[in-house]
């Protein structure tokens, strides 16, 4: 994981976390490791992660969207075969955060 990630939680208006891989292979990334590598962060509501082999369409896409929750954490929702824009534009609107 990279150190980049320890290095976030001093962002402390942070809501919204995106993240992009392309890679020729593609291996079982776990995307819970993101948040207990960010830690406790009182402003974050969501992160996205965008997963693609990089001989591959855009629209062939790994993706999976966390979101917290006051009730049970983090939330795991996995959104394959949308697009990174419409995934972040659809995050963006249930957190009342869209800029449209």
Known sequence: MPAVFRLLSNLRHLEVLIV???ADSIGEFDVMTIPEVIGAHPQLKSILVTQRRSREPP?????HELQ???ESGC???RRDGTSRADL???SLRKLGLAYC
């Open 20 to 22: 992009s891989f392309t």
């Open 59 to 63: 629209d062939n896409t790994i993706a």
């Open 68 to 70: 917290y929750t006051s």
């Open 75 to 77: 939330i795991l929702a």
């Open 88 to 90: 972040v534009e659809s």
